[in-house]
T-cell receptor
Framework: SAVISQKPSRDICQRGTSLTIQCQVDSQVTMMFWYRQQPGQSLTLIATANQGSEATYESGFVIDKFPISRPNLTFSTLTVSNMSPEDSSIYLC????????????FGSGTRLTVV | DQQVKQNSPSLSVQEGRISILNCDYTNSMFDYFLWYKKYPAEGPTFLISISSIKDKNEDGRFTVFLNKSAKHLSLHIVPSQPGDSAVYFCAATDSWGKLQFGAGTQVVVTP
């Protein structure tokens, strides 16, 4: 299965600023996703990153707040824009092929603290 | 609304005994059900899955059971080992290939 490198692993940011998180996959994957895990909560899907086109966002998430790029089948970025303390979470990318019985691979996550 | 539910936030089990983790779901259109394991400061790792047309899948110490009529699945770990101490997430996929996760169960295996 694919190996995903995610960076940064953690960051502390000032409110009102933006942070871009990167995910690099060691092989081409059909599907890539971005998740958020708030403290003590489950993983919530933010969006599906589509190669060469706009991401598909889940209810409650918008492009202006979480712009996503996926220029090719091995790389994607998520930007958390105009941050507030409520954005403090772990952000994770995930990817894999479409045969779901094998599951998707996850990056190690980015722990974001907004102060 | 939460379509995948894990109602037990924690489970403590003795080494060598069986761990049973439970998961309920509400969407009868889910295609696959998966279990992920997560250690602190790491991403979730895929553990085992089951197709919606099966009722059991086994892989070594891990067995997943699916009861479609009850919309319930469970993960059995036998025997439990100290390295099994982690958070376990139940997940399900829809027709778009998107994973929906439960809240997780923290498993602690004691000597």
């Amino acid at each position: 299965s694919a190996v995903i490198s995610q960076k940064p692993s953690r960051d502390i940011c000032q409110r009102g600023t933006s942070l871009t998180i990167q995910c690099q996959v060691d092989s081409q994957v059909t599907m890539m996703f971005w998740y958020r895990q708030q403290p003590g909560q489950s993983l919530t899907l933010i969006a599906t990153a589509n190669q060469g086109s706009e991401a598909t966002y889940e209810s409650g998430f918008v492009i202006d707040k979480f712009p996503i790029s996926r220029p090719n089948l091995t790389f994607s970025t998520l930007t958390v824009s105009n941050m507030s303390p409520e954005d403090s979470s772990i952000y994770l990318c995930s990817g894999g092929q479409t045969h779901l019985g094998r599951g998707y691979t996850f990056g190690s996550g980015t722990r974001l603290t907004v102060v | 609304d939460q379509q995948v539910k894990q109602n037990s936030p924690s489970l403590s089990v003795q080494e060598g005994r069986i761990s049973i983790l439970n998961c309920d779901y509400t969407n009868s259109m889910f295609d696959y059900f998966l279990w992920y394991k997560k250690y602190p400061a790491e991403g979730p790792t895929f553990l085992i899955s089951i197709s919606s047309i099966k009722d059991k899948n086994e892989d070594g110490r891990f067995t997943v059971f699916l009861n479609k009529s009850a919309k319930h699945l469970s993960l059995h770990i036998v025997p439990s080992q100290p390295g099994d101490s982690a958070v376990y997430f139940c997940a399900a996929t829809d027709s778009w290939g998107k994973l929906q996760f439960g809240a997780g169960t923290q498993v602690v295996v004691t000597p």
